[in-house]
């Protein structure tokens, strides 16, 4: 999947998430959800030794929660799926993140960190053709996270999903700095003249979720070789950024 830069991830999925109402945990445990704005996580000033305990709970629920959502579904996973886990009770989870929306949301977020600063500026260099292949092979050491993706993608085409405003800007957002990338590759001819780049890029966006989609159904499957036989296909310069 490919990585929306900082501004646009948080601002999509805020404001997919934002309007979420009250979430049974499936533990008994009820909250109203409430999504926080990341300065107000930042550690204040004080005794260091709670905040770093605080830290290190909410990234353990995050990990679990990736696990679970990828194997069973954001709707079928619950809270206290996410807590057994993670080591914690789902009364622990809601403390920490509000509701299930609000946890679905730093999965989310967390999945988007990583390339999410560097692919934007490989592509404004024109090495569109370099940032992509580099993806697709990191995205070959990130099954979970994939499934996971793949898993939350499939959910959120039904429009209640709680995600199906995130993935929907999402995918809209990425077409358009790929199409931007598609624009400056094509002058530093690591890419040939041909169609609109907003269609190349949706194009793009398709072949990359059918293979990964592939490659989680057959983990013989190469998913890297594949995405690079389609560049080629397309006339693009494996050599040329």
Do not use: C
């Amino acid at each position: 999947m490919v990585p929306l830069p900082g501004d646009v991830r948080v601002t999509a999925a805020r404001r997919s998430l934002r309007s979420a109402g009250t979430t049974t945990t499936g533990g008994g445990v009820t909250a109203t959800a409430q999504v926080s704005d990341p300065a107000s996580d930042r550690p204040r000033r004080g005794p260091r030794g709670p905040y770093a305990a605080g830290r290190e709970a909410r990234r353990a629920i995050v990990d679990a929660a990736r696990t679970v959502f990828a194997e069973r579904g954001f709707r079928a996973g619950s809270l206290r799926d996410v807590g057994e886990r993670a080591g914690v009770s789902a009364a622990n989870v809601v403390h920490h993140f509000g509701s299930k929306e609000g946890l679905l949301l730093a999965v989310l977020e967390a999945r988007d960190e990583g390339h999410a600063a560097e692919l934007p500026e490989l592509f404004e260099r024109g090495e569109l053709v370099r940032g992509l292949r580099a993806l697709v092979r990191a995205n070959s050491g990130e099954r979970d996270l994939i499934r996971l993706y793949t898993t939350l993608g499939t959910e959120a085409t039904e429009p209640r999903h709680p995600a199906h405003d995130y993935f929907r800007s999402r995918y809209a957002n990425i077409r358009g700095y790929l199409a931007s990338g598609i624009t400056q590759a094509r002058e530093t001819g690591a890419l040939p003249p041909g169609p609109d780049a907003g269609e190349v890029a949706a194009s793009l966006l398709a072949v990359m979720d059918g293979l990964q989609t592939q490659w989680l159904l057959d983990e013989t499957f190469d998913m890297a070789a594949a995405f690079d036989a389609h560049l080629v296909s397309i006339g693009a310069r494996l050599d040329a950024g």
